[in-house]
Nanobody, 124 residues
Framework: QVQLVESGGGLVQAGGSLRLSCAAS????????VVWFRQAPGKEREFVAA????????YYPDSAKGRFTISRENAKNTVYLQMNFLKPEDTAVYYC?????????????????WGQGTQVTVSS
């Protein structure tokens, strides 16, 4: 099994920044891709960013490009999501997820392992 633990969420004003962390442990050979999703109340889960564990290839949807940056620190088995210029519509629970997949995939159903989520609230 793989365990994922998110941290770093909180309350921030519009225009501010937050850095989320996703610490992975367990049988890490079972994963090669880590992603961030978010889910706001009453909305579907939305893909935010993806990164390959080896090599660091990244992928973002248009809504995240230029504001969000995903990175990893292999020595700490941790993936980060740096979020800048936050907007009220970024308010959601942010989840990291992981799997061993080919390429960079953004469909939630392909990811086997999920963290518990961390709340991000952006005030206007």
């Amino acid at each position: 099994q793989v365990q994922l633990v998110e941290s770093g969420g909180g309350l921030v004003q519009a225009g501010g920044s937050l850095r989320l962390s996703c610490a992975a442990s367990g049988r890490l050979l079972r994963i090669n891709t880590v992603v961030w999703f978010r889910q706001a109340p009453g909305k579907e889960r939305e893909f935010v960013a993806a990164i390959k564990w080896s090599g660091g290839l990244t992928y973002y949807p248009d809504s995240a490009k230029g504001r969000f940056t995903i990175s990893r620190e292999n020595a700490k088995n941790t993936v980060y999501l740096q979020m800048n210029f936050l907007k009220p519509e970024d308010t959601a629970v942010y989840y990291c997820a992981a799997a061993r997949v080919s390429g960079l995939q953004y469909a939630a159903e392909v990811y086997d392992y999920w963290g518990q989520g961390t709340q991000v609230t952006v005030s206007s």
